[in-house]
Structures are given as C-alpha cells and as structure tokens.
C-alpha cells in the first residue's frame, strides 16, 4: 500500500524557518518525481516545487522561489521541503504528493499525504 | 498565467448524473486531471489525462475534454460523491481550478 506522511509542521512567527519532512512506503521512492502542494482551507490546492528522481531537477513556483529548498533523501525514501523567511501568507496545509509517471505525466499526482498543517503569525 | 474557471457549486439529485465543468482557452489541446476532496482529506485523483480513470475510482466517474471545456461526469451519484472536485493541468506550471462543491441530494 503506497502511504506518505508529513511531519514537521507548526506554527512559528513571521521570517521564521520549518522543515517538513515526508516519508513514504508502498513504492520505490527513488523511481518518483515528488512534489509539495500547499492549499488554504477552502481554497485551491497551489503547487509549490517539485524535485526528479535523483534531486538534481527542482522547481518552485514564484511565490516560494528563494525561500523554500525542496530536497529527497532516496536511502530514506524521504522527501523535505525547508522553508525560510516565512511569510503569513505561507499559512496553509502542506501536502507531499507523488508524480503520477506511470501515468506518463509526471505533472500530475496520483498519491498524496495527509498534509501538515503550517501556520504563520505573529 | 493560464486560467481555468469552474462553478461554485453544482448539485445533483442522488441516482442522477452530474456535470462539473472546467473552462479554459484551447484546454481540449491539454491534459486534465480531476481530484476528489473530502472534508479533512486530501486529494485524490479521480480522472487523469482527460478521460483515464485510475482502477480503484468507480466506472461511474467519466470526463471528457474538447475546445474550450473539459468536463468530469459522474453518473448514478452517490453519496459518497459529496465532496470538492478540482481540475488541473499543467501550462508551464501546475495550475489547479478554483474548485466545484458537489452537493448530492
């Protein structure tokens, strides 16, 4: 059974750092791209980085871009995401989902954790 | 950026067929995806690369995607299809729909 699970989320005050961590069974980590989606309650989901098989790809939507480092540990199956200099408008549920490639779409995302929830204020 | 728009709120009667739609410029040219949220959840994909169902979602979950509107149905609804439904593609970078509440009656 593919299972990921989120850790590390809290609340910490605004230019503050985190790190999630997301650790995942059930398939070969190493084979995945993997992702971090973050969504307000309520809201869309909105992607935020994604990370290739071996770590040497990332991307981040504008909005983190600078302030968060996406990272995967593939001996740990292990997927992190650090974020710096958090913002109020960081405050969200953060979720670690898998590239969907056997689906041959990486950008799409066939398992998701059960999210951690970040908040940010003062 | 791509923007893809979606009704607030649809509802349907229980047994009947609902249509939840996701409109955007020449989306019949991308791939949408479709994800089911249940309150406290996550999402969970329910129809990937405009009309493929993954085996563990119901027969009764189709979508469709040509012109300007990508479309997710689901016949018979059920209760259990009471949730939030969110299209996305990718257009350069990931973009998700603002989301439709389905409400079964």
């Given at each position: ?78 997927l992190y995401l650090e974020m710096y200099s958090l913002r109020v408008e960081d405050t ?30 003062s | 950026s791509y923007e893809v728009t979606q009704p607030l709120s649809v509802s349907v ?20 995806h479709w994800y089911q949220q249940k309150p406290g959840q996550a999402p969970k994909l ?60």
């Amino acid at each position: 059974e593919v299972q990921l699970a989120e850790s590390g989320g809290g609340s910490v005050q605004p230019g503050g750092s985190l790190r999630l961590s997301c650790v995942v069974s059930g398939f070969t980590f190493s084979r995945y791209w993997m992702n971090w989606v973050r969504q307000v309650p309520g809201k869309r989901p909105v992607w935020i980085s994604h990370i290739n098989t071996d770590g040497s790809g990332t991307s981040y939507a504008d909005s983190v871009r600078g302030r968060f480092t996406i990272s995967r540990d593939n001996a740990r199956s292990t997927l992190y995401l650090e974020m710096y200099s958090l913002r109020v408008e960081d405050t969200a549920v953060y979720y670690c989902a898998r590239g969907a490639g056997g689906y041959g779409d990486n950008w799409l995302f066939d398992y998701w954790g059960q999210g951690v929830p970040v908040t940010v204020s003062s | 950026s791509y923007e893809v728009t979606q009704p607030l709120s649809v509802s349907v009667a229980l047994g009947e067929t609902a249509t939840i739609t996701c409109g955007g410029n020449n989306i019949g040219r991308k791939n949408v995806h479709w994800y089911q949220q249940k309150p406290g959840q996550a999402p969970k994909l329910v129809i990937y690369r405009d009309t493929l169902r993954p085996s563990e979602i119901p027969e009764r979950f189709s979508g469709s995607n040509s012109g300007n509107r990508a479309t997710l149905t689901i016949s018979s609804a059920q209760g259990a299809d009471d949730a939030d439904y969110f299209c996305q593609l990718w257009d350069g970078t990931v973009v998700f729909g603002g989301g439709t509440k389905l409400t079964v009656l």
